[in-house]
């Protein structure tokens, strides 16, 4: 069973950052999609951005601009560095990679809360 594991959050300012790390314990191959959700309490988890194995990236609305998403197919890491965060960013950030054989990982969620 291949674990992802996160790590970078914690409590920063509004206007701060942070930059989120998700690797996994052993090598995932033929990665098709990196991406990174959240769920903020009493909310549905929602996509926050997401990276294709061709390095296409996509992002959701409330994010463009500050939050930019990086992977490293052959090291099986996923990064989101979030810029100018906004109390609004405060969620459970979870990552996943989606591989070929519909091979689906989730890593256990990192806390990110912003003050104001």
């Known amino acids: 069973q291949v674990q992802l594991v996160e790590s970078g959050g914690g409590l920063v300012q509004a206007g701060g950052s942070l930059r989120l790390s998700c690797a996994a314990y052993?090598?995932?191959?033929?990665?098709?999609?990196m991406a990174w959700y959240r769920q903020a309490p009493g909310k549905q988890r929602e996509l926050v951005a997401h990276?294709?194995?061709?390095?296409?990236?996509h992002y959701a609305d409330s994010v463009k601009g500050r939050f930019t998403i990086s992977g490293d197919n052959a090291e099986s890491t996923v990064y989101l560095q979030m810029n100018s965060l906004k109390p609004e960013d405060t969620a459970v950030y979870y990552c996943?990679?989606?591989?070929?054989?519909?091979?689906?990982?989730w890593g256990q969620g990192t806390q990110v809360t912003v003050s104001t």
């Open positions: 996943n990679i989606k591989a070929q054989m519909a091979l689906d990982y």
């Open positions: 990276v294709s194995s061709g390095g296409v990236t």
């Open positions: 052993t090598p995932i191959f033929n990665i098709n999609y």
